[in-house]
């Protein structure tokens, strides 16, 4: 064994009198900045005090529970040498300085998840959000980032399916892989489906954003053959064009024979993201991917910490009501209750799945010490809760009509400024059709109706508070088209990586049947891999696109679903290993959010399969439609008897596909209640650390 | 400088590349008169690495 028992135990609580008073003033502004948003009413309230709030929440949060984890919990050992210590090789395991991992670390888990899923929680006012963004974060989701980066270090790196497969057995562990794959399909095809919501009739948003593709080669080309591995010099070029077709895309928006070229439909940009999906991930990595994975990086980075320092500037009033009506289940922009639907809706900024899948990637290579384990895996998930929190913020400054005539789809709300107008005075917002069509010319767009889906409202709010930094009004709509720009860049790169991650998983999984099928270097075998990947995601995004509901308000609490469950998982898993390495009675550190994950996650998954509400459950829809074909009627959106079939279709998928969800967390809990029976019969810690007999 | 330098190696390595002075001194220190990538070798390699196929393809966020 490691010698944790000689390790110093770090006191949890201030030694000092100094570090007291600092803590209490942290603590106390903390408070009152809380205190205020939650308890203001009558006035707006500015965004500072959020600002405030969140970080008075994670400083103390990180100093005192991330600690009380590291120390009582996990007890880390900095004296241990880690995978990067210990298999040193300058290339994938190298001991990295914590600034630098940390950034490496953040940049792989900040997406587009926690900017999407705070914009459309916003419908229920901006405090029930704030609240469950800073509790869920601080109590499950950086807890399971940092655990699941321990537990990986503390095995030579290994990924999540192996841990699950060595800990908890082959069964467990396979279950898990195909819900990843799932979970993976599901991810891509609500992305692409943003993507898709954010240009459809936008001439100048598709402009910009194909332009995307021939900068991408042309930096390619320029890193592989003029100046190899000039990261910085290719990222620069990039820029500068990406600049350039933003400009550019206004006078090809406004030209009569260019425009047509770039103004597509849902379904038309549909396909043609998916042939790209197929095109990109078969094409070399360095002629398009990566280079356009440095500028989608770098721009994330950079848009991150532009918005923060907007907000700080600006210093917007919220425009959104702390808690709006929609917390009973009537939103537009998502069915169902505030319990379980808003923890499903917001997603990544508060908990997510995919992050064991990075902490358990490249970052346990190059953790340089356990000490640093603190730092990147808890300090950076708080991070990407700011982040969260901004993208929270930048949609409540808008005025509220705005922001539901923007997320309510056309069944709702009709397509004209006139009907939007109305409809949303119904909800109790005042909004004239005057101010929707200006705020529509201001960010240079035909419409700003119904462009569900969260980049277009985030890139509205963001273009609010960037234009009064530079530009003002005249700039609302490079702003406007630069936030697009910046989010569909790095989603098409999820969506082009995600393709490929999707088509080995594919491989893999057939290669148990036909072995030829394993073969991932192979032409062949490759394209049968992406079509399928490419086939399955294209499949969700197809029936999201036509939803009549429209697609976000189907498919994002089904991402919300299973990206919450793939934390249940990782959390079981954690559980299990705190049993097995005998600490019992830190457990709770684990169960108390798996416990929560659960729960909210079976109720969204039952709510979503039979709830009578046909908007909420799938059963309901399906039979609302089937009824209607069997009177012999069409119901919008669908035009024939045949598309009513396929909403009909689609539906009982969904639903299928929920079914699967469920069955796969249910099944690891029940895996993960045996193991951990097993643990605690057993009178020795059970784990199985890698390390341990190597001199330190 | 060193601030800087730092900076520059956190950027290169959110895209994947780690420092190949490290590598050299590393290689040097550790395998003395073993073939040592070229910068243009080292840079296909950790593009390869973190695209490419295989298990150690590291996974994307949402």
Known sequence: ?696 | MRFLHKLAEGARLMVGVPDYDRYVAHRAAHHPGEPVMTLKEFHRDRVDRRYGTGPGAPPRCC
């Open chain 1, 1 to 696: 064994m490691a010698t944790a028992a000689t390790t110093p135990i770090a006191p949890i609580a201030p030694t000092t009198v100094r570090e007291w008073i600092t803590w209490a003033v942290v603590a106390i502004v903390g408070a009152v900045a809380l205190g205020w948003i939650a308890l203001m009413r009558g006035e707006p309230v500015n965004a500072l005090w959020i600002v405030v709030a969140a970080l008075c929440v994670y400083a103390i949060a990180y100093r005192f529970y991330g600690l009380f984890i590291a120390s009582r919990v996990l007890r880390v050992d900095p004296s241990r040498p880690t995978p990067a210590v210990r298999r040193d090789d300058g290339l994938d395991y190298v001991p990295t300085h914590k600034g630098v991992l940390f950034g490496h670390h953040f940049a792989a888990i900040a997406g587009a998840g926690p900017l999407v899923g705070p914009v459309l929680a916003a419908q229920m006012g901006y405090l029930p959000g704030t609240l469950w963004l800073l509790a869920g974060v601080v109590f499950a989701g950086a807890v399971q980032d940092f655990l699941i980066l321990y537990f990986s270090t503390r095995r030579d790196a290994r990924s999540l399916g192996d841990m699950i497969r060595s800990e908890m057995g082959l069964i467990p562990g396979t279950i898990a892989l195909v819900g990843v794959l799932m979970i993976m399909i599901i991810l891509l095809a609500v992305l692409a489906l943003v993507v898709v919501k954010a240009l459809t009739g936008s001439p100048w948003g598709t402009f910009t954003v194909f332009a995307t593709i021939p900068i991408a080669v042309l930096m390619g080309l320029y890193g592989r053959f003029l100046r190899p591995g000039k990261i910085a010099e290719m990222s620069v070029i990039g820029f500068v064009l990406l600049m350039a077709a933003i400009v550019g895309g206004e006078p090809v928006a406004h030209s009569p024979t260019l425009a047509p070229l770039f103004t597509y439909s849902g379904p038309a940009l549909a396909l043609i993201l998916m042939a790209y999906g197929f095109v990109a991930s078969v094409a070399p990595v360095w002629l398009l991917l990566a280079p356009r994975d440095y500028l989608s990086t770098f721009l994330k980075i950079g848009v991150i910490a532009g918005l923060a320092l907007g907000i700080l500037y600006v210093r917007p009033d919220l425009q959104m009501p702390a808690v709006t009506h929609f917390i009973d289940g009537t939103g537009p922009a998502f069915s169902g209750k505030l319990f379980p639907f808003l923890f499903i809706t917001i997603a990544c900024g508060a908990v997510s799945g995919f992050h064991a899948l990075i902490a358990s990637g490249t970052t346990p290579k190059m953790v340089a010490s356990e000490a640093d384990l603190r730092f990147i895996g808890y300090g950076a998930m708080l991070t990407e809760s700011f982040v969260a929190i901004m993208a929270l913020i930048a949609a409540c400054v808008l005025d509220p009509a705005v922001y539901f005539a923007m997320n309510a789809p056309p069944a709702l709300i009709g397509t004209t400024a006139q009907s939007a107008a109305s409809a949303i005075a119904n909800w109790g917002f005042v909004v004239t059709p005057d101010m929707l069509d200006q705020l529509a010319r201001d960010v240079g767009e035909s419409s700003i109706l119904s462009r569900a889906g969260g980049a277009p409202t985030l890139a509205v709010g963001m273009a609010h508070i960037l234009s009064k930094v530079i530009g003002g009004q005249a700039m609302m709509a490079f702003w406007y088209h630069f936030a697009i720009l910046f989010e569909a860049l790095f989603i098409l790169t999820t969506v082009d990586a995600g393709t490929r991650v999707a088509r080995f998983m594919i491989q893999d999984l057939l290669g148990s049947f036909v072995p030829a099928m394993k073969e991932t270097q192979k032409l062949g075998p490759n394209l049968v891999g992406t079509a399928l990947a490419v086939g399955l995601w294209g499949y969700f995004l197809y029936s999201g696109v036509t939803d009549p509901l429209g697609g976000i308000n189907t498919l994002w609490p089904l991402f919300g679903i299973s990206n919450q469950m793939l934390a249940a998982i990782a959390l079981i898993l954690s559980t299990v290993l705190l049993f097995k390495m005998k600490r019992d009675r830190y457990a709770w550190v684990t169960m108390v959010p798996t416990a929560w994950l659960l729960i909210c996650t079976l109720t969204a998954g039952w709510q979503k399969l039979f709830d009578p509400n046909p908007k909420i459950g799938f059963l309901a829809h399906a039979q609302m439609f089937s009824d209607a074909l069997a009177r012999g009627e069409i119901l919008a959106p669908a035009k024939s008897a045949a598309e009513m079939q396929r909403i009909i279709l689609n539906d009982r998928i969904d639903a299928a596909l929920c079914v699967l969800f469920i069955v796969v967390v249910l099944s690891i809990l029940l895996y993960g209640i045996g193991a951990i029976r097993k643990a605690k019969a057993a009178t020795q810690p059970t784990t199985q650390e890698v390390g341990d007999a190597l001199p330190a």
